[in-house]
Nanobody, 121 residues
Framework: QVQLVESGGGLVQPGGSLELSCAAS????????MGWYRQAPGKQRELVAT???????NYADSVKGRFTISRDNAKNTVFLRMNSLKPEDTAVYYC???????????????WGQGTQVTVSS
């Protein structure tokens, strides 16, 4: 059993900052990519940022320069530092991991339960 557990969401004023974290646990053999997606009411889930196993990163244009993704490989944990938050960043943020369990031949995709981020004055 693999679990991805997010934390760090909440209510913040426009221009403020939040940091999300997501820890993967269970019978994990190796982790490839880890990242963050978000889904606002009435909209499709969209990619926010991805951290690849080789160390490179990818960001949605809407968050470039404001959000930073980082990762602690030893703890299978990924972080999302969000600065200069805007009301349009309001969404449920989901952690995603691509990983192998000890007995897997291929990588599988796993999702966290989601954490609400609300940007409002």
């Amino acid at each position: 059993q693999v679990q991805l557990v997010e934390s760090g969401g909440g209510l913040v004023q426009p221009g403020g900052s939040l940091e999300l974290s997501c820890a993967a646990s269970g019978s994990i053999f190796t982790v490839s990519t880890m990242g963050w997606y978000r889904q606002a009411p009435g909209k499709q889930r969209e990619l926010v940022a991805t951290h690849f196993s080789g160390g490179s990163e990818n960001y949605a244009d809407s968050v470039k320069g404001r959000f930073t993704i980082s990762r602690d490989n030893a703890k299978n944990t990924v972080f999302l530092r969000m600065n200069s938050l805007k009301p349009e960043d309001t969404a449920v943020y989901y952690c995603h991991g691509e990983l192998k369990r000890c007995w897997d031949d291929a990588y599988n995709h796993y999702w966290g339960q989601g954490t609400q981020v609300t940007v409002s004055s």
